[in-house]
């Protein structure tokens, strides 16, 4: 069964760090790009970091940068979502999603993997 399985949300303060990883089974993470999203209650799905399937594009959300740090270990099929100075408004669940092409701009598109989301919540 392909799937891709998120991990590490939790409860954490504001200025704290999390990192979230994202495990793929089934298949290898190496030839796929590979984008973090997050959704808030009452908001829409936002990309927050994207790292294509060369890894010569890493892509940063403005929300986001400075603070986060995508990274991707082929040896153990995951890519993580470092996420240091976490803020009330990083909030949300947070999904990965892969998808065989080249460009981050096409992560989202038909035949893309989904997780099913792990939830981050900042707050004091």
């Known amino acids: 069964q392909l799937q891709l399985v998120e991990s590490g949300g939790g409860l954490v303060q504001p200025g704290g760090s999390l990192r979230l990883s994202c495990t793929a089974s089934?298949?290898?993470?190496?030839?796929?790009?590979i984008g973090w999203f997050r959704q808030a209650p009452g908001k829409e799905r936002e990309g927050v970091s994207c790292?294509?399937?060369?890894?010569?594009?890493?892509n940063y959300a403005d929300s986001v940068k400075g603070r986060f740090t995508l990274s991707r270990d082929n040896a153990k099929n995951t890519v993580y979502l470092q996420m240091n100075s976490l803020k009330p408004e990083d909030t949300a669940v947070y999904y990965c999603?892969?998808?065989?092409?080249?460009?981050?701009?096409?992560?989202?598109?038909?035949?893309?993997?989904w997780g099913q989301g792990t939830q981050v919540t900042v707050s004091s």
């Open positions: 999603a892969a998808r065989r092409v080249i460009s981050c701009m096409l992560v989202t598109g038909p035949g893309s993997y």
């Open positions: 790292i294509s399937s060369s890894g010569g594009s890493l």
């Open positions: 089934g298949f290898t993470l190496d030839s796929y790009t």
